[in-house]
T-cell receptor
Framework: GAGVSQSPSNKVTEKGKDVELRCDPISGHTALYWYRQRLGQGLEFLIYFQGNSAPDKSGLPSDRFSAERTGESVSTLTIQRTQQEDSAVYLC??????????????FGEGSRLTVL | GESVGLHLPTLSVQEGDNSIINCAYSNSASDYFIWYKQESGKGPQFIIDIRSNMDKRQGQRVTVLLNKTVKHLSLQIAATQPGDSAVYFCAENGGSSYKLIFGSGTRLLVRP
């Protein structure tokens, strides 16, 4: 597609359930990012992929959070045993640059997660 | 940890006036800065960026100023329009080649 696509756009789940959020980056973009945005706040870095490898997972809040990327394309962010504090918009971004400076990140519209 | 902060959480301006959104950053290792605009329900959208070897960079109706001495960044929007109403985020790279650290954002409201 022309831009970064994320699904689902909205997800309501019960506390304790697992959720999977999907990101389709712009074709050819080697770098992929996940950020979390709580209501009224800035973007919190979660994880960075270069190709299928994740050299920086430092932002993942706990071991309940994991992410993978396959085919240097689609990425999935999984949250296990969701808690109410996981409620947020999860934003995915991709970038064409590779170790040459951050450059412009292209963001998707996010997946809004609500944990009841 | 390192953080980027903003002086004004909400800025209200008259349509047609110029807007100035300010941002303070804390990491002296940062050498790349970027401004994003986020409209309600959408992902952030790139506005303009600047590297630390520059003090000023201009785009279409926007100018970014960087003062490394006081670790201050500003975004100037000329002739502000209703479509400029959004939340604006500054971000720094903290010296990283790949990561951006975002501030908490400033909401710009444009009065007709």
């Amino acid at each position: 597609g022309a831009g970064v696509s994320q699904s689902p756009s909205n997800k309501v789940t019960e506390k304790g359930k697992d959720v999977e959020l999907r990101c389709d980056p712009i074709s050819g973009h080697t770098a992929l990012y996940w950020y979390r945005q709580r209501l009224g706040q800035g973007l919190e870095f979660l994880i960075y992929f270069q190709g299928n490898s994740a050299p920086d997972k430092s932002g993942l809040p706990s071991d309940r959070f994991s992410a993978e990327r396959t085919g240097e394309s689609v990425s999935t962010l999984t949250i296990q045993r969701t808690q109410q504090e996981d409620s947020a918009v999860y934003l995915c971004a991709s970038s064409a640059r590779s170790g040459q400076g951050t450059g412009e990140l292209f963001f998707g519209e996010g997946s809004r997660l609500t944990v009841l | 940890g390192e953080s980027v902060g903003l002086h004004l959480p909400t800025l209200s301006v008259q349509e047609g006036d110029n807007s100035i959104i300010n941002c303070a950053y804390s990491n002296s290792a940062s050498d790349y800065f970027i401004w994003y605009k986020q409209e309600s329900g959408k992902g952030p959208q790139f506005i303009i960026d600047i590297r630390s070897n520059m003090d000023k960079r201009q785009g279409q109706r926007v100018t970014v100023l960087l003062n490394k001495t006081v670790k201050h960044l500003s975004l100037q929007i000329a002739a502000t329009q209703p479509g400029d109403s959004a939340v604006y985020f500054c971000a720094e790279n903290g010296g990283s080649s790949y990561k951006l650290i975002f501030g908490s954002g400033t909401r710009l409201l444009v009065r007709p």
